[in-house]
């Protein structure tokens, strides 16, 4: 992986740490349904250019926009509104990075080489050491649901993998097309004061919705689509095991938990487990290079 991809990702997964916090800020004023009607109407409405009919992939589109759209997005948000710990529940979400390479290694064919499963296993034990507390064990039902949310996300990241020749924005023009209706059926349901909720909210609410469309949702999910394309599943999923490290620093300055020395510990070694992993592929290909440069 290039050093602007790594970085690139790296950029996404702290857009996503931090929309743990953000999410946690706007809900605390919109319902969680009535969060996700509206993150995904703006989506639609900037990437409305980009709708346009796929011959032979819109059973799959459907599948993906629902998969990693509207029904994860509806535990997601009812897990974040639920929830007292937000950096605790991002991590549980990093269950998705060995879900889906254990599907992609049966799905995608895509092995996992000593060095990178050494890698991620390090890069684990760090995010053990930032928030395994008892107080994760406390939110049970939420923890399931999260796990819910994750599978459904894993399934769909191996869905994209074999959609490589769709345009990035016009997959998540269809993610929102297909998740817009399912907020507003979910949000008339289950929820009520719509119109009141919209019409009171204040300034702040308008930032954290705005974050999470396009920031999150365009920058985050469009990104990840991009680089899926170029890279293989294993590669781009160790780089998720850092979004609990951002999202910490979200929770710390915005909804005041306390950083400790266990979280700097936990983070590095994170890093070191994520240094690892891509320090051996830059080797690789590097020694590729030169191989080839003899050969010519």
Known sequence: MSVRH??????????????????????????????????????????LP?????????????????????????????????????????????????ITLIMAHFFLFERMSYWR????????????????????????IVILIVVGATTMYSIGVIMMRKMASINVFQTQAWVAFFSVPIFFIMTLIFESGQIEQVLNIDLIGILMVLYTSILASIVGYGGINYLLKLYPVTLISPF??????????GSVAFLNEILS????????????GLGIIHYRDWQLKRHLKVISNEGA
């Open 6 to 47: 790594a970085i690139f990702a790296l950029i996404i997964c702290s857009i996503w740490g931090v929309n743990f916090t953000v999410m946690k800020i706007g809900l605390m004023q919109i319902d969680p349904y009535l969060f996700g009607f509206l993150r995904f109407s703006i989506v639609f409405l900037l990437l």
């Open 50 to 98: 980009w709708l346009k009919i796929v011959p032979g992939m819109m059973i799959k589109l459907f599948l993906l926009g629902n998969l990693i759209g509207g029904f994860q997005f509806a535990l997601v948000f009812l897990a974040m509104d639920m929830t007292n710990h937000v950096s605790a529940m991002s991590v549980v979400v990093q269950l998705n990075i060995p």
């Open 117 to 140: 499963t050494s890698g991620v296993l390090i890069s684990f034990l760090g995010v053990l050491i930032i928030t395994l507390e008892p107080e994760i064990l406390e939110e049970g």
């Open 240 to 249: 998720m095991v850092s979004v609990p490290i951002f999202a910490t620093i």
């Open 261 to 272: 020395f266990k979280f700097i510990l936990g983070a590095l070694v994170t890093l070191v």
